[in-house]
């Protein structure tokens, strides 16, 4: 009995002791990629990602650290990598989970990232795409924030390039305003990002978007 005793509360600190450091190790990566250290929060990400498999946060995190360092640089070389990493480490979690709508975003922006990067290139062949993975997490996830702005976001371009009106995509940046308001993640990692992005995007509205408030 003595050893049972012993067994157990072994594997209980050593359950004790993965979450710690997963919480630690996430913690970190979390404080690199503020710091713009894209390759060592990357890294970092990925031996989470190793040692957690059942996990899709780390790998979600390797994906999105590469993806919007993609959308600062113009140098091809740089964001080809940068964009084949993060389509590498998301692949594996779409495969187990394909109904993610946090991961169908994520997949809408690295497509994006390919768009912004070359619109006569990748605009053709990828816009479509886009839309159609923000229509199928708006389905899964029709009060998930970031699936109502990123959708309204890249809506608002295409409406811009094309001389639209943007009244009704800014009366969803809006709507995705008060999802951002009553949004909880479910734990400290998952995603809880885009509020103030769309509020930049509400502002840029300016006096063509009257609120209904």
Known sequence: MDKLIIILLLMVSGLMLGQSNYEEGMNRGMELWGQDKTEEASALFQRIASAEK??????????????????????????NQYLTRAQAALD?????????????????????????????AYGQTLSGKVMELYALAEKLE????????????????SARFFGADIKPICAQVERSME????????????PSWGKVQAGEMLQGCGSSYTSKK
């Not at 109904?99 to 912004?116: K, P, Y």
């Not at 999802?179 to 998952?190: G, T």
């Open 54 to 79: 059942e996990n899709w946060l780390p790998n979600y995190y390797v994906a999105m650290v590469n993806t919007t360092a993609a959308f600062k640089t113009k140098d091809y070389t740089q964001l």
């Open 92 to 120: 594996k979690e779409l495969a187990v989970h394909p109904d993610n709508a946090e991961l169908l975003v994520l997949q809408a922006l690295i497509h994006t990232a390919w768009i912004s990067y070359d619109p006569m």
């Open 142 to 157: 029709p009060e998930n924030p970031r699936v109502v702005m990123n959708k309204a976001q890249f809506e608002m371009g």
């Open 179 to 190: 999802l951002f308001d009553n949004f909880k993640p479910e734990s400290q990692f998952h």
